[in-house]
């Protein structure tokens, strides 16, 4: 069968996979740079096509509750938003994580605090990977570095959000979001149906036959003994997430003396640093991250053994940088770079900080 | 007359009154007097009558009726607070054939959750509003509602309520009356029998009015909060009908789409 390629932007990329992933609803709430999003969604009107339910909310955090009443009925429901957007859905996302439903959220980062930029950033790392809500608890959190992989981490992040019964964020910033590129179109899959779901997610809140108790969706335990083992759970849950869905890629580490350490555009950048740095015979390689949530920490900790350090680069003030240093645990310097606010490093500045903080230092 | 054995007056035959099937065993965690039981008593006997236990789901609040999905013997989901509406709104929009309708009190619909509340009954979301409003925060101790009445203590506004301070009681219902998605509107009690008739009347006809597609029915029930109010649950009843119920009138607000009080 020959390949569907199309050219689109990242927002795009991420509509056309929900529609295509058999998705059942998408609840959102306009906020640059992700809007396309929606607006795509509206263009397509996959309503009168798949059945699949597209719904503008008053709010964010209307939005995310919105995506909690259709997880809760066992279906496949995302929302979009970026930063400022994302600091109002976070009631909704502890609450989700707290009631283990499954659901998929795409942050388009843009640069903060407060309502900051609206050109990319990276600065939410912690807000993605440490809990972002009030509450113990994690998402498993991608980083597309591409507009093809917008499109396929819908479908990977929903498959992971059903395996764990818990949130996934796709962490993507301004650049990814707005950017153009080629990407192959997998193909139209069914929704699922009613007796699909029922299978899948016995647990679901879709009316009670006779043939089972009440299904109830909440995050409350008023027995502290056993909000505790709730807890419990949640880590046991999470130590599995960490063993089996760590992803990265490796790029030019089999001979690398200095590692840069980048997720997302930054990785991109990096891509042409390596090389702009290889042509001076400086043997440089690359831990592109995917999965921020697990955190790839042991090939970092086994490539520390290797190597003479590690550049954590980010669009941020430094926050990844914090998990290499814990994965290195000491045993080579790790060092951290970034533009802020908005701006993105140039390949040559990422060059010069490994030159100076690295190599020199 | 020869006296009547307890053993006698339980029998089959003798049976007047028997809990809905819709209802669980478990016991309620409302304070004796506090009208929720009954609102959810109500809930429960017009599911079973209208034969819609496996079709129906419910979205608790935050507040006092929060376990409500303890008591329901159906499908139930626990909102965050104030966003039962929002909630909701996506239950009956991937599953259109459902009944759906959630169960909140004042802080919750008409404080923390009003945006919900308003743009949900705005856009005309097919779904069933039971709205529980006693004038204070019952769960976490008594504090200020949005439907406070002016100078009625609270532990917040220990002096009274004084809305030159603390800005007036919100009529929410009477607001959600002008909008264009909402069908049906109707402020009741259940502190007597006939109110408590006449309740479960205009929770049935909420119920019926999704059957038909009709948009938001919005059920405000005023009701007594006897531990908030630091009132037995009569003298509580008789503050309610002397104190409430002339700030929120009684009666039918807007029945099919159209208003009908003055």
């Known amino acids: 069968m020959e390949k569907e390629l199309r050219l689109m932007k990242g927002n795009e990329a991420i509509a056309e996979a929900a529609i295509r992933s058999g998705a059942d609803a998408y609840f959102g709430y306009p906020i640059t740079p992700q809007s396309e999003v929606i607006e795509y969604l509206m263009l397509q009107k996959p309503y009168e096509t798949t ?5 503008q909310a008053e709010s964010e955090v209307a939005a995310i509750n919105m995506v909690y009443g259709a997880a809760a009925c066992g279906r496949m429901a995302m929302t979009s938003s970026s930063s400022p957007g994302i600091s109002l859905k ?53 980083a597309p570095a591409s507009v093809q992989e917008m499109f396929d981490f819908v479908e990977l992040g929903f498959d992971l959000a059903f395996k764990y019964r818990n949130p996934v964020m796709i962490q993507s910033d301004g650049i990814i979001g707005q950017m153009m590129e080629k990407v192959e179109l997998g193909p139209q899959k069914p929704r699922r149906k009613p007796e699909d779901i029922a299978k899948q997610c016995p647990w679901a809140t879709t009316g009670k036959p006779v043939t089972r108790g009440h299904n109830i969706i909440t995050s409350l335990d008023l027995v502290a003994a056993n909000q505790e083992k709730f807890n419990l759970k949640l880590i046991e849950k999470y130590k599995t997430i960490r063993e089996k869905e760590v992803r990265y890629e490796l790029i030019n580490c089999d001979d690398a003396e200095y590692i840069l350490v980048a997720y997302g555009s930054s990785a991109r950048l990096c891509m042409k640093a390596m090389d702009l ?38 669009m941020s003030a430094g926050q990844m940088v914090e998990d290499v240093e814990l994965a290195v645990k000491c045993k080579a310097p790790v060092e951290h770079f970034g533009r802020l606010g908005g701006m993105i490093p140039s390949p040559e500045e990422i060059v010069e900080a490994l030159e100076q903080k690295i190599i020199g230092g | 007359m020869s006296e009547i ?25 409302f304070c004796p007097g506090c009208g929720h039981g009954t609102a959810h008593r109500l809930v429960a006997e017009v599911i079973e009558e209208m034969d819609i236990q496996s079709e129906t789901i419910g979205v608790s609040p935050v507040g006092c009726s929060v376990l409500m999905y303890n008591f329901m013997d159906i499908d139930m989901q626990q909102a965050a607070h104030g966003r039962a509406p929002a909630v909701a709104t996506a239950i009956k929009r991937v599953m259109p054939e459902k009944f759906v309708f959630t169960y909140q009190g004042d802080g919750d619909l008409a404080a923390i959750g009003t945006a919900e509340t308003i743009h949900a009954c705005n856009r005309g979301e097919n779904i069933t ?4 409003n006693n004038g204070i925060y019952g769960m976490t101790g008594g504090q200020m509602a949005p439907t406070t009445l002016p100078g009625m203590p609270a532990s917040t506004c220990p002096f009274g309520r004084d809305v030159e301070i603390m800005g007036n009681p919100l009529k929410i219902t009477e607001l959600i009356s002008q909008l264009a998605g909402v069908y049906y509107v109707t402020r009741q009690s259940v502190h007597t029998p006939r109110n408590v008739r006449s309740a479960k009347k205009a929770i049935k006809k909420a119920f019926e009015n999704q059957k038909l597609n009709r948009g938001v029915s919005f059920i405000e029930i005023v009701s007594n909060c006897n531990s908030g109010w630091k009132l037995s649950p009569v003298a509580a009843n008789k503050w309610m009908e002397e104190n409430m119920f002339p700030f929120y009138p009684l009666g039918d607000i807007k029945v099919d789409g159209e208003i009908v009080s003055k």
Do not use: W
């Open chain 1, 51 to 55: 059945g699949m339910v597209v719904l």
């Open chain 1, 90 to 142: 976070q009631e909704g996302i502890s609450y989700i994580a707290g009631a283990e439903l499954p659901c998929l959220i795409l942050n388009v980062v843009r640069g903060g605090p407060g309502l900051g930029t609206i050109q990319p950033s990276q600065s939410d790392y912690f807000q993605s990977t440490k809990g972002g809500g009030h509450g113990d608890y994690r998402l498993i959190v991608l």
């Open chain 1, 277 to 314: 740095l290889r042509a001076k015979g400086i043997k440089v390689g690359i831990v592109r991250l995917i999965t921020l949530f697990p955190f790839p920490s042991k090939i970092l900790n086994e490539l520390a053994g290797k190597v003479k350090g590690f550049l954590a680069v980010e």
């Open chain 2, 5 to 29: 054995e307890l053993k006698d007056i339980i029998k089959k035959e003798n049976l007047v009154y028997e809990r809905s099937k819709v209802m669980t065993d478990n016991v309620l965690s």
């Open chain 2, 129 to 132: 509003i039971i709205f529980i």
